[in-house]
């Protein structure tokens, strides 16, 4: 995008953000922003790292339940059941990513996918956890004891205010030295470690920061729709948040964000279809890997004669990936 | 819980039949073709509710859905393979297994929209009702039809694959390709083939699951996760070693039924995690 573009581009999407609580119903708004927040921190491990987990589910559950033990169990304090949410994921994320950066590409899948189906069955066994049923009814509480969060609108101004902090914590992420290194990892893996680079370590930081972020999602969830169940650690999860990222464009900022809202937007149309909606997401799986491997995003950048610079780095990155194979 | 080892044993061993045929047909996929089959699951399925289908509305017996659903799946199979997988090759190996992966969605959806979540009974041909009784335990007779049965055809396809002419075919495409190709060797029927095979040996398993689990939609994505974790355990390095992995590992899970039984669903993934550590690359990798 241009200069001026870019902060057009920001101050539209500020303005559209403030005023959709009073046009569209809060309670979706919230649901996207937090599958906006969990598909962007996926990004970071997929689009930026390389990395392909099959398994995010978990880190999005375990900061949900987390969160819902929390602010039933204990205490009514929403910013606590958030941070809380977030060490749970981190921890798991260091357990899951310790084990899964041992092997890489489909492997890696494999693993992450078999290790989240493990939380799968705690979450379902576990005495705390509520079995088949879940969570219900978690209260939102009241922010630092003022502002009370069963107001729709109000809740809808706080999970935005975290889908910005986390966005703009990936932002910084991706553009910091450690970003690069990543980016490097991601390109040729052998070079980096020629280079001498940590290659497992800092795939293993990936990880955990995703997973945190995850986490972070998955409890912001938990809050915003009163509940966590056992879809938020099911495979199916896993598999959606890879659909959002995929869709909306891999590696890109903003991809991961614009396909999580169009995958709950589809998801709710789609809901008076019940069976489906699977049929339909499974279709717009295949085509996006056969056909539209950029995602949306992607594709707008790469047709954006002002965007010259970035469509040349994909290019160039991708040029690498053929030499590859 | 000591009485009850021997038969939690053999349905472990039952279970390990399973993951061996589709963990067989898994690796021979990758193998040649570089895709994990997410949708193996969806075939094992497949095959399941087309000899249930076969018995329901035709009244077609047991013996000719295990020659049938493995033959129409197969020939699916090829259809996949022609129409999107082929386009994926040249790509990373997660495209493949994300193609697949949004198959598995759409054929369980329809299969949930035409029968629903709940199971369909298939009861075992009437040639192997009855069991025997073999003093420790009673072995009913089809438990031990299907243990023998893909036994037999998993070493088949091993023997098939090591001593055939077609084997040596694949086995040589699996080490280069381009050059099979200048023998004049057709590589890319070779992979519509070998596809064709994974995915009918996935549908053979889920004939024979038929009668021991009841059919439902749901059965694809139950097993694939544990075939997965069966995958990483025995690495794809080696044909026989994925088979071996696939029945103990069946094994441990029956045995730690006996024990234990909330553990049983975890042990496999728990195994996965030992594994993982000490040898990364699996018990058969190469890497």
């Known amino acids: ?325 | 819980m000591i009485a009850a080892l021997p038969s939690q044993a053999l349905i472990g061993l039952i279970n390990g039949a399973f993951y061996a045929l589709l963990s067989l047909g898994m690796a021979i996929i990758f193998g040649m073709l570089n895709v994990i089959n997410f949708a193996q699951g969806a075939f094992y399925m497949i095959g399941a509710f087309l000899a249930w289908m076969l018995l329901h509305y035709f009244g077609v017996s047991y013996w000719t859905a295990l020659l049938a659903a493995p033959l129409a799946v197969a020939a699916l199979g090829i259809f996949v393979e022609r129409l999107l997988l082929s386009r994926v090759y040249r790509l990373d190996h997660i495209y493949g297994w994300l193609v697949t992966y949004g198959l598995a969605l759409m054929a369980e959806s329809v299969f949930r929209f035409f029968y629903g979540v709940s199971g369909k009974p298939y009861s075992p041909p009437a040639d192997l009702r009855g069991g025997i009784d073999l003093g420790l335990m009673f072995l009913p007779t089809y438990r031990g039809w299907v243990v023998l049965v893909s036994a037999v055809l998993c070493l088949a396809v091993w023997l098939a694959i090591e001593r055939s002419r077609l084997g040596a075919h694949l086995r040589a495409a699996v080490e280069n390709p381009v050059l099979v190709q200048a023998f004049g060797i057709n590589v890319p029927r070779l992979l519509t083939l070998t596809y064709a095979l994974g995915v009918g040996l996935a549908a053979f398993a889920g004939v024979l699951a038929a009668p021991i689990y009841q059919v439902t939609p749901l059965m694809g994505s139950q097993i694939i996760v544990v075939v997965f974790a069966v995958v990483v355990i025995g690495g794809l390095g080696s044909i026989l070693g994925t088979v071996v992995t696939g029945f103990s590992l069946g094994l441990i899970q029956g045995v730690t039924k006996a024990f234990y039984p909330q553990a049983a669903d975890l042990v496999i993934f728990v195994v996965m995690a030992a594994v993982l550590l000490a040898l990364p690359a699996g018990l058969f990798g190469r890497r």
């Open chain 1, 1 to 325: 995008m241009t200069r001026i573009g870019t902060p057009f581009a920001i101050v539209a999407a500020i303005s559209a953000a403030i005023a959709a609580p009073y046009l569209i119903y809060p309670e979706f708004l919230m649901q996207a922003l937090c599958f906006a927040l969990f598909a962007s921190a996926f990004n970071l491990l997929f689009g930026y790292a390389g990395l392909l987990s099959f398994g995010h589910a978990a880190f999005f559950g375990a900061g949900a339940y987390t969160a819902a033990y929390l602010m039933t169990a204990v205490s009514e304090s929403p910013l606590m059941a958030l941070g809380a949410g977030m060490m749970t994921a981190g921890l798991l994320g260091a357990v899951i990513g310790g084990l899964a950066v041992r092997r890489s590409g489909v492997y890696l899948a494999m693993i992450t996918l078999s290790l989240a189906e493990i939380v799968y069955f705690v979450a379902l066994h576990a005495s705390f956890t509520g079995g088949e049923d879940g969570l219900q009814g978690v209260p939102r509480g009241r922010l630092l004891g003022i502002v009370d969060l069963d107001d729709a609108r109000a809740m809808y101004f706080f999970t935005l205010a975290v889908y910005a902090a986390g966005t703009a914590t990936l932002y910084r992420i991706v553009h910091s030295p450690y970003g690069a290194i990543l980016g490097a990892i991601k390109a040729n893996e052998q070079r980096a470690l020629s280079l001498g680079y940590h290659v497992s370590r800092y795939k293993m930081l990936a990880f955990i920061l995703s997973a945190v972020l995850s986490g972070l999602a998955g409890a912001l969830k938990a809050l915003s729709l009163h509940f966590a169940s056992l879809g938020d650690v099911y495979w199916h999860t896993s598999g959606d948040v890879i659909l959002m990222t995929l869709l909306g464009g891999v590696g890109t900022l903003a991809g991961p964000s614009v396909g999580a809202f169009i995958v709950v937007a589809l998801s709710d149309v789609l809901a008076q279809f019940g069976e489906w909606v699977n049929f339909i997401l499974g279709g717009v799986f295949v085509l996006c890997v056969l056909l539209f491997r950029r995602g949306i995003v992607g594709e707008i950048l790469a047709r954006l004669p002002a965007a010259a610079a970035p469509a040349a780095k994909w290019r160039r990155w991708q040029s690498v990936e053929a030499r590859e194979r």
